[in-house]
Structure formats: structure tokens, C-alpha cells
């Protein structure tokens, strides 16, 4: 089956597709990620941890959330913040080598 396309429809196609890919192309696609907004579901399965372990963690206000009519709602990017509070940094310093290695 062979389909033709008039040329408007030609370039239809090709403006949607260039605004499809114009954030990508720019470097806003990370702005873009950003702004993801996860319900209870999406978030658990994002960090791997089970929807009562959220509902813990935002009834105590652990853990960075909004409520829209009651129900939960998740930012990425202030996820992403809070998960970095945890960060350990590695220590691998001349001198703690030299310890381990006596």
C-alpha cells in the first residue's frame, strides 16, 4: 500500500518534529526532566522502595512533597535535591590508603 502526501502536510510533519527535538538539541532537555512530577506509584518505583515506606516518610515530612486536593505529588528535581543530602563522599585520601595497606 502506497500513500502519498500533499507537501503541506510534508511540513506539518517536519514542524512537529522539530518541536519535538528543539529542547533536546539546546540542551533544555535536562530542564525538561526536571520538570516530571510523580504520583505515589511512579516515585517508589524511581527510588525502589515500596508506597508505604512514602507515606511514611511524607507523614513525617521527610521527604520533600505537595498535596493537589488531598493527593500526593512528587517533584523530580526537589527529589533529586532532597536524595543528595544523603550523599556520602568517598574519602580515599593518601594517608588513609597508606593505613589500610599496613
Known amino acids: 500500500m502506497k500513500t502519498e ?3 503541506q502536510d510534508i511540513e506539518a510533519i517536519a514542524g512537529r518534529v522539530k518541536e519535538l ?3 533536546m538539541l539546546s540542551g533544555n ?3 525538561v526532566a526536571d520538570d516530571i ?3 505515589v506509584p511512579a516515585l517508589s518505583e524511581y527510588l525502589r522502595v515500596s508506597s508505604k515506606w512514602i507515606y511514611e516518610r511524607t507523614h513525617l ?3 520533600p512533597h505537595l498535596k493537589v486536593d488531598g493527593v500526593l505529588r512528587f517533584r523530580k528535581k526537589d ?3 532532597w536524595l543528595n543530602t544523603y550523599n556520602v563522599p568517598a574519602v580515599n585520601t593518601p ?3 597508606l593505613r589500610a595497606v599496613k
Open 5 to 7: 502526501l500533499e507537501a
Open 21 to 23: 527535538l528543539k529542547p
Open 29 to 31: 532537555s535536562r530542564q
Open 37 to 39: 512530577i510523580f504520583d
Open 61 to 63: 515530612k521527610e521527604i
Open 79 to 81: 527529589i533529586d535535591k
Open 95 to 97: 594517608e588513609r590508603i
